[in-house]
């Protein structure tokens, strides 16, 4: 009797716990599957990051040799700009040293008239003087 109360109170529990322990294994597979929807979305969501990284690394290389190109043009336009301006400067010097030359023969070609007029009007003042003696 009291036995035969335990054995019934012992068959319930165990029926209680046999269904608990089945719910308990449909959540847990439930919760399983979730998480497994959950982590492939998640690996997806890595997947797509990953190739949004690497497109944007592409474009910083591409950026970085557009880069280069243009620091290579600017020091070439530069060389260009320098030789230019050293040009210029050998030709202006080159037209003074001219002017300085030009000046210098004039100066050389008056000073060579001024002696030949000098030996000139000095031949005539000794032929004029011979010419009254």
Same mark, same amino acid.
């Given at each position: 009797s009291e036995v035969g109360s +335990?054995? @019934?109170d012992m068959n319930t529990f165990k029926q209680t716990m046999h269904s608990e322990m089945? $719910? +308990?294994r449909e959540d847990m597979t439930e919760m399983n599957h979730n998480l497994q929807s959950e982590i492939g979305s998640v690996r997806h969501e890595v997947t797509s990051l990953n190739h949004e990284v690497t497109s944007l690394n592409h474009e910083v290389t591409s950026l970085n040799h557009e880069v280069t190109s243009l620091n290579h043009e600017v020091t $070439? +336009? /530069?060389?260009? !700009?320098d030789t230019g301006? $050293? #040009?210029v400067k050998r030709l202006l010097?080159?037209? @003074?040293m001219q002017f300085e030359q030009t000046n210098a023969l004039r100066i050389? #070609? !008056?000073?060579s008239l001024t002696s030949r007029v000098n030996e000139v009007e /000095? #031949? !005539?003042y000794e032929l /004029? /003087?011979?010419k009254n003696d």
């Amino acid at each position: 009797s009291e036995v035969g109360s +335990l054995r @019934g109170d012992m068959n319930t529990f165990k029926q209680t716990m046999h269904s608990e322990m089945g $719910s +308990l294994r449909e959540d847990m597979t439930e919760m399983n599957h979730n998480l497994q929807s959950e982590i492939g979305s998640v690996r997806h969501e890595v997947t797509s990051l990953n190739h949004e990284v690497t497109s944007l690394n592409h474009e910083v290389t591409s950026l970085n040799h557009e880069v280069t190109s243009l620091n290579h043009e600017v020091t $070439s +336009l /530069k060389h260009t !700009v320098d030789t230019g301006f $050293s #040009d210029v400067k050998r030709l202006l010097h080159g037209i @003074g040293m001219q002017f300085e030359q030009t000046n210098a023969l004039r100066i050389s #070609d !008056v000073e060579s008239l001024t002696s030949r007029v000098n030996e000139v009007e /000095k #031949d !005539v003042y000794e032929l /004029k /003087k011979r010419k009254n003696d």
